[in-house]
């Protein structure tokens, strides 16, 4: 009974979740990730959808996917593993039914990352009509860099993306394609949930998908935001 009360938890709890912040020690504390699907209109052709016909959609990763490591470690079950770079939203605030017009009052920041995809899991998810967790929201399955608080950024709405993979352009767009734009974004989402501080959403990929395999360096940079550089395992 006494050491119930000295520790209420019947097991060790998880280890909170959080990202570095540039320029800091401070760290960003992760409560949700929301991923945005064909958010940019020649990925969407890609992959076989009409951009136009489309309202926007909605996957979750795992908080304890993201890894600022720079290393990732190429998944069990797949032979299909595929890069998506992405620009990440982090947010101080939330709540329901926030306008559009307001959103950006809730971001903290700004940072890279990629959305790692077990693309023939994915692909036999889809064709069963079932969720896409086996093939997003697997371990280690969203290399980040560091959050850039907003106060020093701004709020990019444009600037090139770009992804190489060992040294060859792979991924090229710019944020202005994006079809929902972050408040957008933010707003749909608080339709549905309440957003809260700690909540990461990653914004949608441009065209250029591919595999990677072991050995592989992949490089991302977003103007204004930096550099990511990820070794595959």
Not at 73 to 97: F, Q, T
Not at 122 to 128: E, F, L, P, W
Not at 178 to 204: E, H, R
Request: aromatic share 8%; hydrophobic share 35%; glycine share 10%.
């Amino acid at each position: 009974m006494a050491l119930r009360k000295m520790n209420p938890y019947v097991i060790p709890p998880p280890t909170p979740v959080s990202l570095p912040v540039s320029g800091t020690d401070a760290r960003f504390p992760v409560r949700r990730v929301y991923c945005i699907g064909r958010n940019y209109a020649a990925h969407a052709v890609e992959m076989g959808h009409d951009p136009d016909c489309e309202p926007p959609f909605f996957f979750q990763k795992n908080p304890d996917n993201l890894d600022p490591s720079g290393n990732f470690p190429y998944p069990p079950r797949s032979r299909d593993v595929h890069h998506e770079a992405e620009m990440l939203v982090a947010l101080k605030s939330g709540g329901r039914g926030i306008a559009a017009r307001d959103a950006l009052d809730h971001v903290f920041g700004y940072g890279l990352a990629l959305d790692m995809t077990r693309r023939d899991l994915q692909a036999q998810a889809k064709k069963q009509g079932r969720p896409w967790e086996i093939g997003k929201a697997f371990e280690r399955s969203a290399p980040c860099g560091a959050i850039h608080p907003a106060e020093d950024v701004g709020h990019p709405a444009r600037g090139r993306i770009a992804l190489s993979v060992n040294g060859a352009l792979r991924q090229e767009g710019d944020l202005n394609q994006m079809i929902w734009k972050v408040p957008q974004m933010i707003a749909y989402l608080s339709d549905y949930f309440t957003l809260s501080a700690g909540d990461v959403i990653l914004t949608g990929t441009p065209s250029g998908v591919g595999p990677v395999g072991r050995g592989d360096v992949l490089e991302m940079s977003i103007d204004g935001l930096g550099h990511l550089t990820v070794r595959v395992d």
